[in-house]
């Protein structure tokens, strides 16, 4: 007999957001985008107030998302994102590994809002730090409710898709672009990740591949849009489209009347996340002494060039608009590249590797 070799594809990443699907698949080589696409969840489904209304609408939205794409095999990775991520940072002594896993676990124990039956529990080993003449490590314990995981991997199966991975939107975020910078010198910079999505921002401090520090702020796309329907006195769809299409024209294109009445109506919001920003900085640069922030890379949906702007004038840092897609070769058409960041991270993660 003749053997032939067990041809499959690479998964597809699958970004399941507050608002949308967005879904990235590679080619063999990793060198271009074999497919993508982006398709809007229905509006008036809430996993929080209907999750079994949440669950069928999700299954009918992964269907529409495959129906004429070209992404090829069934393999997907999926993400968890912030609404079913506990996190918790604790400091602990040096340990081996076993022991360190009980000491996450009995952590974890109090602090989980469900049962640790329930609980898939993970966590990530950050840099050593001293506290007085202690020498600590940090860890970072993130944590899921298995029963609705299992659930959501139980629609995806029923949608046509057969989930091989599970992995959390710092990771994914991370992946999506370390995998860009890979001289040497990269590895030891230390860069601050910020993800403005449409709920909240997800703030990264990596050295390298090596995370630091992840936070949640209760800030994004949503109180944006609120404040501008508030202070301009308009509905909150007009402030939506407005908001939204001012952002996207070309920069030549902008109204510079318009962008101001949005950035001043955002003002309030804008302080808010930047006081966030500062203690997040202030906090990386008080544990993780030695080596400072290089770079800063704005990304997510909600990344704009005013709002890197306004990023770097409070950080005093570089900041970049992060582009996921840029080292991938493609003809397709992304709309704002800087909202692709978890799908490509996910698509990115080479099953049963370490990275």
């Not at 860890?139 to 995981?149: E, G, Q, T």
């Not at 590895?187 to 591949?209: K, S």
């Not at 080596?291 to 970049?320: D, F, H, M, Y």
Request: net charge neutral; aromatic share 6%.
């Amino acid at each position: 007999m003749i053997r032939l070799p067990l041809f499959r594809y690479n998964p597809i990443g699958i970004d399941i957001g507050s608002k949308s699907i967005k879904m990235v698949q590679f080619s063999k080589d990793y060198k271009s985008v074999q497919e993508a696409a982006v398709v809007d969840l229905p509006e008036d489904i809430s996993p929080d107030k209907d999750f079994d209304g949440y669950l069928a609408a999700l299954g009918q939205t992964l269907q529409n998302a495959r129906i004429g794409r070209n992404f090829r095999g069934h393999d997907a990775i999926i993400c968890i994102h912030q609404r079913d991520l506990f996190l918790h940072n604790i400091r602990v002594g040096k340990s081996d590994s076993k022991a360190l896993a009980n000491i996450v676990h009995q952590e974890a124990a109090d602090r989980i809002p469900y049962s640790m039956i329930d609980a898939e529990i993970r966590f990530l080993e950050s840099e050593e730090i001293r506290q007085g003449e202690q020498l600590l490590r940090e860890v970072i314990i993130m944590a899921c409710y298995r029963p609705k995981l299992e659930a959501i991997l139980d629609q995806c199966e029923k949608s046509g898709f057969r989930p091989v991975s599970v992995d959390v939107e710092p990771m994914a975020i991370l992946r999506s672009f370390t995998r860009q910078y890979r001289r040497e010198a990269d590895d030891e910079d230390r860069v601050l990740y910020i993800h403005v999505g449409y709920t909240n921002t997800l703030v990264i401090i990596a050295q390298g591949g090596q995370v630091l520090f992840v936070k949640y702020i209760d800030v994004g796309g949503r109180h944006f849009d609120e404040a501008v329907a508030r202070q301009l006195d308009m509905s909150l769809t007009d402030a939506i489209n407005l908001r939204k299409h001012n952002a996207d024209r070309r920069r030549g294109q902008q109204t510079p009347e318009v962008e101001r009445s949005v950035l001043n109506a955002m003002r309030d919001e804008l302080e808010r996340l930047q006081n966030e920003l500062a203690m997040c900085i202030r906090y990386h640069s008080v544990t993780f002494r030695g080596k400072p922030l290089v770079r800063v890379v704005l990304c997510g949906g909600e990344a704009t060039e005013s709002l890197r702007n306004e990023v770097e004038r409070l950080s005093g840092i570089e900041t970049v608009l992060g582009d996921p897609l840029r080292i991938y070769e493609s003809t397709q058409s992304f709309g704002r590249r800087s909202q692709w960041d978890v799908a490509v991270g996910l698509a990115a993660r080479q099953v049963g590797a370490a990275k």
